[in-house]
């Protein structure tokens, strides 16, 4: 078993940033792929972005790249969703999500590729 939990959401204005974290435990030694997906009332969990350790490779939406970046931890316990720029339509709950295997590219933005989710954290973007 493997367990997330997510931290840092809360409240921003339009255009300020703000930083989540998912802490892994319970073995998380083999934890090798981890992701960030989301979702806002009324629609579907999309994918935001993902860090795969075996290749230190960082995958990102297009509706966030060059705002949002991952980084994780030296231990990879942790991973870290840094945003910047928010606007209104950033506006979700953030779930953290993570496979012990390697995920290959072709699935990596897609949810069933994971096994683990965390609780999920409320991100609100309004001034």
């Known amino acids: 078993q493997l367990d997330l939990v997510e931290s840092g959401g809360g409240l921003v204005q339009p255009g300020g940033s703000l930083g989540l974290s998912c802490a892994a435990s319970g073995g998380s030694s083999g934890v090798l792929t981890m992701a960030w997906f989301r979702q806002a009332p009324g629609k579907e969990r999309e994918f935001v972005g993902a860090f795969r350790r075996s290749t230190r490779t960082t995958y990102y939406a297009d509706s966030v790249k060059g705002r949002f970046t991952i980084s994780s931890d030296n231990a990879d316990n942790t991973v870290y969703l840094q945003m910047n720029s928010l606007k209104p339509e950033d506006t979700a709950v953030y779930y953290c999500?993570?496979?012990?295997?390697?995920?290959?590219?072709?699935?990596?933005?897609?949810?069933?590729?994971?096994?683990?989710w965390g609780q999920g954290t409320q991100v609100t973007v309004s001034s």
């Open positions: 999500a993570a496979k012990r295997q390697h995920v290959i590219t072709s699935e990596i933005r897609q949810s069933r590729a994971y096994d683990y």
